[in-house]
Nanobody
Framework: QVQLVESGGGLVQPGGSLRLSCVGSGLTLDDYAVGWFRQAPGKKREGVSCISSTDRVTRYADSAEGRFTISRDKYKNTGYLQMNSLNPEDQAVYYC??????????????????WGQGTQVTVSS
């Protein structure tokens, strides 16, 4: 059974940093694309970043470009989202996700099959 578990969220002041982790079980995470999404109250879920199964492709939302970095550690079966220069607009529940198929590209949002439970990121002074 595939399971994804996020951690690393919390309360941070504007301008601060957090590193989110996504630990996979029941699959070798390195073989699959990993996507990070977020959803703020009253808003639609939006894609933040993704990394392809080959690690050759990474994508960032315009709001994340230059501030967030996606990566993974195959030995720990874990994906990461390093978030710097956080601002109140980044406040949301963050989710990681993987597809069932092995894409050598970043999947579209509806191609993700497995989702974590989410981790809350709160940006406030």
């Amino acid at each position: 059974q595939v399971q994804l578990v996020e951690s690393g969220g919390g309360l941070v002041q504007p301008g601060g940093s957090l590193r989110l982790s996504c630990v996979g079980s029941g699959l070798t995470l390195d073989d699959y694309a990993v996507g990070w999404f977020r959803q703020a109250p009253g808003k639609k879920r939006e894609g933040v970043s993704c990394i392809s199964s080959t690690d050759r492709v990474t994508r960032y939302a315009d709001s994340a470009e230059g501030r967030f970095t996606i990566s993974r550690d195959k030995y720990k079966n874990t994906g990461y989202l390093q978030m710097n220069s956080l601002n109140p607009e980044d406040q949301a529940v963050y989710y990681c996700a993987t597809p069932r198929l092995k894409y050598g590209r970043c999947p579209s949002p509806d191609e993700y099959d497995y989702w974590g439970q989410g981790t809350q990121v709160t940006v406030s002074s």
